[in-house]
């Protein structure tokens, strides 16, 4: 495996269900990032982990709950969706240089499709 | 006021032409700027970055910058159908410890015509 990969590709889950994404990296950067796509929008920024610290969560909603085991993996744990949750949910890796405060360029996985019904 | 601004389009080029792609900028301490392509369906894949006033070669693309006009470029000499996708223009702002954010345009989508 290369890049940024995510499983699955493409969920269909009802509101009151539970289901986790999940994506890895193997380029060994040490910062990940979730994104969210919504059709006729900017991709959103939900979740930013730097040396397996969550640095940012840009207000993002309860029902979605991410994890960061170690620098590789990061999952987005979803429960009770609702339907404009439906997206492209993005996962991205960087290289963070904590000592001078900077990072550079993101590498995106595949995305994930999610659609709520 | 929008973050970062791109005219959606589509923008139409014919093929073997030039396309230029535009972007506009709100954070004066903006320090890096990078340009994505996206195939429909598809996510986001980095082919251009710059970080210093002026223009940055890459084959047949071309980024330019002018952080006093707070404006950021592609262009696209020789354009192939190939190429037709929506450029995401990313603008990450000042320095923030241990963590990058990337602000997003919303895209422009580009058409090359045989």
């Known amino acids: 495996e290369t890049g940024v990969t995510q499983t699955p590709r493409h969920l269909v889950m009802g509101m009151t269900n539970k289901k986790s994404l999940k994506c890895e990296q193997h380029l060994g950067h040490n910062a990940m990032y979730w994104y969210k796509q919504s059709a006729k929008k900017p991709l959103e920024l939900m979740f930013v982990?730097?040396?397996?610290?969550?640095?940012e969560n840009n207000s993002v909603p309860s029902r979605f709950s991410p994890e960061c085991p170690n620098s590789s993996h990061l999952f987005l744990h979803l429960h009770t969706l609702q339907p404009e949750d439906s997206a492209l949910y993005l996962c991205?890796?960087?290289?963070?240089?904590?000592?001078?405060?900077?990072?550079?360029?993101?590498?995106f996985g595949p995305g994930t499709r999610l659609t709520v019904t | 006021q929008k973050e970062v601004e791109q005219n959606s389009g589509p923008l139409s080029v014919p093929e073997g032409a030039i396309a230029s792609l535009n972007c506009t900028y709100s954070d004066r301490g903006s320090q890096s700027f990078f340009w994505y392509r996206q195939y429909s369906g598809k996510s986001p894949e980095l082919i251009m970055f710059i970080y210093s006033n002026g223009d940055k070669e890459d084959g047949r693309f071309t980024a330019q910058l002018n952080k006093a006009s707070q404006y950021v470029s592609l262009l696209i000499r020789d354009s192939q159908p190939s190429d037709s996708a929506t450029y995401l223009c990313a603008v990450r702002g000042g320095y923030n410890f241990g963590n990058e954010k990337l602000t997003f345009g919303t895209g422009t989508r580009l058409t090359i015509i045989p």
């Open positions: 991205a890796s960087s290289q963070d240089y904590p000592l001078t405060g900077t990072s550079y360029e993101q590498y």
């Open positions: 982990y730097s040396l397996e610290e969550r640095v």
